[in-house]
Every structure is written in C-alpha cells, then in structure tokens.
C-alpha cells in the first residue's frame, strides 16, 4: 500500500491501540438540520478533543471548523439526494483537487447494494479508489442495502466484500448478529455505523460487541451527539473502543461523567 495511505490511516486509526473512534456530523448532505446538529459548531467544539477522526462535509468542514484544529478529516464526497427522494440516487459531490485542498486524511462516499441505483455507486467507488490511490488518500466505502434486504450478516457482508474488492481502505457498515461472517470475509479496516439513537448502555453495548467481533472501531453520530451529554458519551465509548472497558463500567464513567457536569 502506498505509503501516503498508510501515513493517514496511521492518523486515524491509532496505532497504539489499532482501533478508531471516528465522529459522524455528515447527516446534514441529506437530512438537512439534524437534531443535535442545528448549530453545528456548537456541537462539536466540546467533542472535538475526543474523537480521532471526524466525518463531515466540505461546507460545514469550512464554516463549522477551525482551520486549526488537529484532528483528521474524513470528507464526504458524495450526495445528489435527499431524504424526500431516492437514497441511492447518489454521485460524487467533491472532487479530489478539494479533498487535497481541504487536508483531507481520508475520503468516503456510501454505495447502496440491492437498490436502484446499486451500479452508479459501485463504479463511483471505483473512480474514487483510483482518485484515492493516484494522490495517497484512503477511501472509505459506507455501505446500504437495498430496503427489501436485511441488514444481516448475509447482505451486509456482500456489500462490505464488494467494498473491499473495489479497492476501498476502509468499510463503515452496521453492527448485526454474525457480525464475525463479516469482518472475517473482509480484510480491510471496519468501522460500525451508530445508527438511529438508541439508549447510551445499548450503544456502548452494541460498540463492545462489533470490537470483540473484530472491528477496528465505530463511526457514530447521533448516538453521541444526541446524547443527553454528549462529551460524556463520547468519552465512554472512547474507553470502550481504544481500553477494552465492559460496556457496564462504560456506562457507569458517562453516569459519573454526567453528574460532575
């Protein structure tokens, strides 16, 4: 691999411990003002020194974020849809001359497998793995099915395997049972979705569980954001991801956490 891919995946997940506690505010390209991210800058000021990576877009990475804040980018390149649409109606945003530009340490865009527009976002990984290896910046492939698919370990390890094939350095996928079928058939770095919000002890749970199963860590957005704290919450999993901490004393450091605040 080359090495400048190597340097910012280093960056981004730790070689300490090889894991990633990675940041998701992305939601806004087809969402709009997400709960929790209204006022964006806000939100992420107090989590910023706790996340190793942060996943945004390049309007809000210009608007919301210091120029001189240390933490790794992860640029969402891809959009084209709403949530009043087709999801998978999606094409690449961004190109990799403002990646560059942007200082960008990783690129990501979401293929859907099964749906509709499943061949446009395959071949769209293609070009931006080929983009991602010409200038030494990994890519990062989300994966979605079809939604007449389960998100199971079946389906899920089809989308993340074809991923992988395609050239992606990383798959962000979801946590399901089986988990293990998944990582096990792809061997490229995996990262968990947090998905819609669920109760802090599920989430460290559900965290704890991909990790034992082979994850190199999470992605989450609103199950941290969304958080009644979230610098607690983020602090909590980060103890879960990168020291191994059982998802109860997890839980019992953002309880303490909460309550000193």
Not at 105 to 115: D, E, Q, R
Not at 126 to 141: Q, T, Y
């Amino acid at each position: 691999m080359d090495w400048g891919i190597q340097n910012r995946l280093s960056r981004m997940i730790k070689p300490a411990s090889g894991r990633i506690v990675m940041l998701a505010v992305d939601h806004g390209y087809f969402q709009g003002p997400t709960t929790g991210l209204q006022d964006l800058k806000s939100t992420l000021d107090p989590l910023l020194p706790y996340a190793d990576t942060l996943m945004i877009t390049r309007g809000m990475l210009r608007n919301c974020v210091d120029p001189g804040v240390g933490v790794p980018i992860m640029l969402r390149v891809s959009g084209g849809n709403s949530v009043l649409s087709d999801l998978s109606n999606e094409d690449l945003t961004c190109d990799m001359e403002d990646a560059i530009r942007l200082n960008a340490c990783g690129i990501t865009l979401s293929i859907y497998v099964g749906a509709e527009h499943e061949h446009q976002t395959l071949v769209n990984l293609g070009r931006l793995a080929d983009w991602g290896n010409k200038n030494g910046v990994p890519v990062m492939a989300v994966t979605a099915v079809g939604r007449d698919m389960a998100r199971d370990a079946r389906y899920l390890g089809l989308a993340s395997r074809m991923a992988a094939e395609i050239g992606a350095h990383m798959v962000k996928t979801y946590y399901c049972e089986d988990f293990k079928k998944v990582t096990t058939a792809t061997p490229v770095p995996i990262v968990i979705a947090g998905g819609k919000k669920i109760p802090e002890k599920d989430a460290l749970q559900m965290a704890a569980n991909a990790i034992a199963e082979g994850a190199s860590g999470v992605d989450m957005g609103r199950n941290i954001f969304q958080a009644e704290d979230p610098v607690a919450m983020i602090q909590a999993v980060r103890s879960v991801v990168h020291e191994n901490n059982p998802p109860d004393k997890a839980y019992q450091m953002y309880q303490d956490l909460k309550a000193k605040k």
